[in-house]
């Protein structure tokens, strides 16, 4: 079965620091990535995903995240947040090659940004 | 083009009662997922529909139930509610369609906060 590991629960920084958020996922097929991010009040935004081709996936806002499939994992980068970026942020993934859309999220990284 | 659209967005029940839930998909888009989002449990997914045909399902009883209709709308109904069925709800469109193979980026609405006192 799938699954996805986010293992900050809650990340306060300054800013201007850097970001980095760290995503895992359990499966054995090909798998489609996504960084998901709710602002405070609003809804689910796709940020960015990996389907194919260049491990290194630039979004949203200067947002970027780098597939390394070795280790299973698909870490969130910013090398300058704002005070904006406070959300929190979800990763998921999904089958590649499936009947359905099914995604599976991590329990999420809350980010606090002080200002 | 419209993203996806919910109503109502707010919803007040009481244990017992039941209640329907509206999702429209962003127009081109057929298949359609709902998911559960507390703080406890995270995002769940319910279900997906498409060509008004579930296509799959979450671990959830079977008082969730949903349904989609010949323009890809779709609502979902919970009944007997419970006092742990207070979550937001999110649907989510996509233009993936079964036997296609390949699975497309899915769409948030920006769901329906339901309240079971």
């Known amino acids: 079965a799938q699954s996805v590991s986010q293992h900050n629960h809650h990340v306060i920084l300054s800013e201007a620091a850097s970001l980095e958020l760290g995503c895992n996922y359990s499966?054995?097929?090909?798998?489609?990535l996504f960084w998901y991010v709710q602002y405070p009040g609003q809804h689910l935004q796709l940020l960015l995903k990996?389907?194919?081709?260049?491990?290194l996936v630039k979004g949203i806002k200067g947002f970027e995240a780098e597939f390394i499939k070795s280790k299973f994992s698909f870490n969130l980068r910013k090398p300058s947040v704002q005070w904006s970026d406070t959300a929190e942020y979800f990763c998921?993934?999904?089958?590649?090659?499936?009947?359905?859309?099914?995604?599976?999220f991590g329990s999420g990284t809350r980010l606090s940004i002080r200002p | 083009k419209a993203g996806v659209t919910q109503t109502p967005r707010y919803l007040i029940k009481t244990r017992g009662q039941q209640v329907t839930l509206s999702c429209s998909p962003i127009?081109?888009?057929?298949?359609v997922s709902w998911y559960q989002q507390t703080p406890g449990q995270g995002l769940q997914f319910l279900f997906e529909?498409?060509?008004?045909?579930?296509?799959n399902k979450g671990n959830f009883p079977g008082r969730f139930s949903g349904r989609q209709f010949s323009n890809s709308r779709s609502e979902m109904n919970v009944s007997t509610l419970e006092l742990g069925d207070s979550a937001l709800y999110l649907c989510?469109?996509?233009?993936?369609?079964?036997?296609?193979?390949?699975?497309?980026?899915?769409?948030f609405g920006p769901g329906t906060r339901l309240t079971v006192l």
């Open positions: 989510a469109s996509s233009s993936t369609a079964p036997g296609q193979g390949v699975v497309d980026t899915q769409y």
């Open positions: 499966y054995g097929g090909t798998v489609n």
């Open positions: 990996y389907f194919s081709g260049d491990p």
């Open positions: 998921a993934v999904n089958a590649k090659y499936s009947s359905a859309s099914k995604i599976i």
């Open positions: 127009s081109g888009h057929r298949s």
């Open positions: 529909y498409f060509s008004e045909t579930q296509r």
